[in-house]
């Protein structure tokens, strides 16, 4: 059950009377498991609620409404979402190849397909079994991502330690029955799940199409964080491009649009990207798949229409080593518009996690202070870096820390259009 703690004014659970202090037991006669129950139950038309009111008496409520039409009510942290812990092991695993002293939060390993559902966390189903499978199907929790890795169990088990994310396609395949909307990935570790391993992942994925709608390929992250832990490899320049070749001759035989590689395997390869049409709806760019892709398209845009300016400045433009190139290249094309804007490009190597580390979201202000002197009155920093909705960077940093210890201000950049938006503004700043 779940205490009602609010009820939004003019809302159909005003016109029903109901209180704050009512309990909401359930829907259609079962208990209510979480506050994904009330938000399914919300988006329909037809339902019976359950309520015990404060007084005591229990009601069945039938209710009639606009699917779009909301219940109003808000309640209590007894059914908010609790994440459930990862029951793997993986040799891969990122959390446990963190340095010490990192705020609590980054340590902890879950694997929710609630958070998959509200988050777009991608999880393995370590820790779900039939019941839990039948609740996604009956709430539609749609589209879910989920880490496949190998469909060979073997490779599977010895990749995550856990027999039971080994059965992960059998779940899939129950889901995708279910009409159940799945993108997918693969962190690919070198010689464990690549070549023909792979090979056969993607294929047995594509059979599930077209529930499984994408899939991302992406290579394993190591850090120098990892005594005691497996003996990974990284992928090189030769090995990055087989990589490459093998997914993309299989996405064009399947006709495009299922499976890619993310932006570092290319980076690896010394390769340009594709094409910003290749990437369809863009569903895996969380995944860095598209990523660059989608900064130059929305750069290129944005420059065409911003306002010149003659006015001299000066700022710098913090990132990491993979996207330097990228990233001078298309400030090279501000000239045009702003020829005494000069900008200044600060690539730092990570040693806090180590150097084999080089995209911008790992980059943290220890190794930004260490690296850099006699800033600019702006700082330019890419939103990536920055924990969520926050100020705050990996190491516990925050954006006023940094502004003090390199004297410059920080502006946080939200991808190419924000960037060019921000030289613009302060190019034309009286």
Not at 124 to 133: A, C, P, V
Request: aromatic share 10%; glycine share 6%.
């Amino acid at each position: 059950m779940a205490k009602i703690i609010a009820i939004d004014k003019g809302s159909i659970g005003e016109e029903l009377g109901l209180e704050v202090g009512d309990e909401l037991l359930g829907f259609n006669g079962e208990k209510i498991v979480d506050v994904l129950d009330y938000v399914y139950y919300d988006s329909q038309d037809v339902f019976t609620m359950n309520i015990k009111a404060k007084q005591g008496d229990t009601v069945d409520i039938e209710i009639e409404k606009e699917e779009d039409e909301t219940l109003g009510l808000t309640l209590d942290e007894s059914v908010q979402l609790e994440p459930m812990r990862c029951k793997n092991k993986c040799v891969f695993c990122f959390v446990d190849q963190l340095p010490k002293g990192m705020r609590e939060t980054l340590y902890v390993k879950d694997d929710d397909y609630r958070l998959s559902f509200v988050s777009g966390n991608y999880v393995t189903f370590s820790n779900i079994g039939q019941k839990e499978l039948d609740r996604i199907a009956k709430l539609h929790l749609s589209p879910l991502y989920i880490s496949v890795h190998a469909y060979d169990k073997k490779v599977k088990t010895k990749l995550v330690s856990n027999p039971e994310s080994a059965m992960v396609y059998e779940k899939m395949k129950f889901l995708a029955s279910h009409s159940i909307v799945m993108h997918t990935q693969i962190v690919l570790c070198k010689d464990l799940n690549d070549g023909e391993i792979l090979l056969e992942t993607l294929t047995k994925l594509r059979e599930l199409y077209p529930q499984v709608q994408s899939v991302a390929v992406i290579p394993v992250g190591l850090t120098c964080h990892r005594n005691g832990l497996y003996p990974l490899k990284q992928f090189d320049e030769n090995s990055s491009r087989e990589v490459i070749r093998l997914v993309e001759d299989f996405n064009k035989n399947c006709g495009g649009n299922f499976c890619w590689c993310s932006d570092e395997f290319y980076i690896k390869a010394g390769l340009d990207m594709p094409d910003y049409k290749e990437y369809g709806d863009f569903c895996q760019i969380e995944n860095g798949v598209g990523l660059c892709a989608e900064f130059v398209n929305s750069f290129d845009n944005a420059l065409s229409k911003a306002k010149p300016s003659d006015k001299a400045m000066e700022l710098a433009i913090i990132t990491g080593q993979s996207f330097k190139g990228i990233l001078t290249g298309l400030c090279k094309t501000f000239k045009d518009k702003y020829p005494n804007v000069k900008i200044r490009i600060c690539d730092i190597y990570n040693d806090f996690f180590g150097r084999s580390i080089t995209v911008s979201g790992l980059v943290t202000p220890t190794d930004i202070i260490k690296q850099v002197s006699d800033m600019p009155k702006y700082t330019l920093i890419p939103s990536t870096m920055l924990r969520e909705f926050t100020d705050s960077f990996l190491d516990g940093y925050t954006i006023p820390q940094l502004e003090e210890a390199l004297n410059t201000k920080i502006i946080v950049s939200h991808g190419g259009e924000s960037l060019v938006k921000i030289v613009e503004e302060l190019a034309n700043k009286e």
